[in-house]
């Protein structure tokens, strides 16, 4: 995948090299809170995270989470792209942000991009998956167009909010 480049962001490939800063990120109380606890604690566990996770994604499905970047300045801010569940039909988009870059616009940047990308790889519909309390997600997931399909049962004691749109 060549890099995507808006307005203000560059998105791209995560590599090993991003371990430290996925580190920072799934530790952050946001990501605990709405996405959830990867048991991720160490610099180590989190070069396994992303070897195990989003690097078998690329291998597997040809897409997975991306890095998002600051485009000015190289800054890593945080990550978006698409993840495929097996109990989904389709892949959901997601999106995390370090949390000083929350609040700007550039989840929605990044999400956009993505959906743009995912039109563009040829994928019909993606779903978005968020926490029933995440009220900014659900505004990024309404501001690219996505509907609620409501609550879902995700895991055996939890619900989640189901999104979807057409491509």
């Known amino acids: 995948m060549q890099p995507i ?16 800063q996925v580190l920072k990120l799934v530790n952050t109380e946001g990501f605990i809170t709405h996405i959830g606890d990867r048991g991720v604690r160490d610099e180590s566990q989190a070069k396994q ?5 989003t690097l078998a994604s690329y291998e597997q499905h040809g897409f997975g989470m991306f890095a ?6 190289g800054e890593w801010l945080g990550q978006a792209g698409l993840i495929k569940r097996d ?14 870059y929350e609040g700007q616009g550039f989840a929605t940047e990044a999400a956009m991009a993505v959906l743009k990308w ?11 998956v968020i926490s029933p309390s995440n009220q900014a997600s659900a505004n990024v997931l309404q501001k690219l167009g996505f509907t609620s399909q409501g609550l879902i049962d995700w895991q055996p004691d939890e619900q989640v909010m189901l999104f979807q749109r057409a491509l």
């Not at 995270?49 to 996770?53: A, K, R």
């Not at 109990?87 to 000083?100: E, N, S, V």
């Not at 039109?119 to 019909?124: D, E, F, P």
């Open 49 to 53: 995270y992303l070897e195990q996770g």
């Open 5 to 20: 480049e808006t307005s203000r962001l560059r998105i791209r490939l995560l590599t090993i090299a991003d371990a430290a």
């Open 68 to 73: 998002v970047e600051d485009r000015a300045t």
């Open 87 to 100: 109990h989904l039909p389709f892949p959901d988009i997601g999106y995390a942000l370090l949390p000083q």
């Open 118 to 128: 995912a039109k563009q790889q040829g994928l019909k519909q993606l779903y978005g």
